[in-house]
C-alpha cells in the first residue's frame, strides 16, 4: 500500500492509534483520574471525538485559535493551558468561545488575572505553577496569592495545573512525576489556606503519566496518541504502539548511506541533544538518520544491514511528531495495509 502513495506522506495506523487511546483511557479510570489529553499534538477533530466517546472529560488545546477549531467541531470542554493574555481582539474571541462551550483559562499573575476579568467575569480559570519546567506559572506558594487576586477580580477559580516538561530528558520522568506531585500538593496547601477551594489539579505528559499519583485528579498527556522516536528512546513507548509515520521514498543510495525524499519540512526539525539522529525508521531500528536538510533525510544503516533499494517506501518515524502534524495537511489513514479515511489537520497552523 505504502508504495502507491505520493510520498512524503503523513500516515497513521487506525489499529495502533485506537490501542494507544483505549489503553490510556483505562491507564487513568484505573487511577479514578479524569484524562483531559492535549489536541496540540494531533490538531485533528476526527482524533478528538474518538478521546471523548473513550471517556475523556474534555480536551486541552495550546491557543485560542485551536479551542475555536475544536468547537466549531462539536468539542464542548476545552482548557487553554496557558497564562491568556486578553488583548482587545483575543478577548473578543474569548467572549465567543465561551458563549458556546465549556471554558477554562490558564492563569499565573494577579495583572493577567485582573486583564481577564475586565473582559469576561465570571471565567473559570486555573492558577499555573512551576512543578521545575521552569517556563510560565508560579512558584507552588504563591499560588495562593494569585488564586486570591483572580477570586477578587470576579474570576472563577477552579484549581492549579502544571507541566512536567522537564521529564523529556533520559532518566528524568520519575524525578519530574515526583516534583509535580510536590508542587501541586504544595500550590493546593497554599490555595486552601487562603479559604479557596483547589477542586482541580491538573498536570501529566506522555513521559511522565505511567508514574502519576499523588494528589493529582486530572492529566493531561498528548504524544500518547501517536508516539515517536523521542518517547522511544525515553523508553516510554515501544515500536508496537507508533501509530505515525511518515512514508517517504529511497531517492539515492551509496554502501551503506540512503538518502529518503522527506526532511525538515515534513518531518520538523526539533532533535534533543540525547536524540541518536533525526528520527527513527520503523522497519529498521538500527538505522539513524544522521543529517536533515529541507527536503531530504540522510540514513545510515549498520554495517552488515541490507540496504533499500532505489524506490522502496519506508516509514520514518519523525522525533516529536506534534511539529511534523503541525507541517502536515492531513493525515493517510490505514487499517491492515489498506488506505480507509483521509482526516485534515483541522488546526494546522492554529497558533494565535
Sequence with gaps: MLADLPTPCVTVDADVLDRNLRAMAAHTAGLGLALRPHAKTHKCVEIARRQVELGATGLTVATVSEAEIFADGGLSDLFIAYP???????????????????????????QSAQALARV????????????????????????????VAAQRAGLSVRGIFTFPGHGYGPGRQKQAADDEAAALEA??????????????????????????????????????????AQQLELGTCTWDEIALSVASTVVSRSGQKIILDAGSKVLGADQQVWATGGGRLLDHPDARITALSEHHATVVLPDGAPVPHLGEVLRVVPNHVCATVNLADELIVVSGGTEVDRWPVAARGANT
Design 84 to 110: 491568556v493574555w486578553p488583548s482587545p481582539q483575543r478577548a473578543a474571541r474569548l467572549r465567543a468561545l465561551a458563549d458556546r462551550v465549556a471554558l477554562r483559562v490558564g492563569v499565573d499573575s494577579a
Design 120 to 147: 469576561l467575569p465570571g471565567l473559570e480559570v486555573l492558577i499555573e505553577v512551576d512543578s521545575g519546567h521552569h517556563r510560565s506559572g508560579v512558584a507552588p506558594e504563591a499560588a495562593g496569592g494569585v488564586a
Design 187 to 228: 500550590a493546593a496547601g497554599a490555595v486552601t489556606a487562603e479559604g479557596l477551594e483547589a477542586a482541580v489539579r491538573s498536570g501529566g505528559s506522555t513521559p511522565t503519566a505511567a508514574l502519576t499519583g499523588g494528589t493529582l485528579t486530572e492529566l493531561r498527556p498528548g504524544v500518547y496518541v501517536f508516539g515517536d
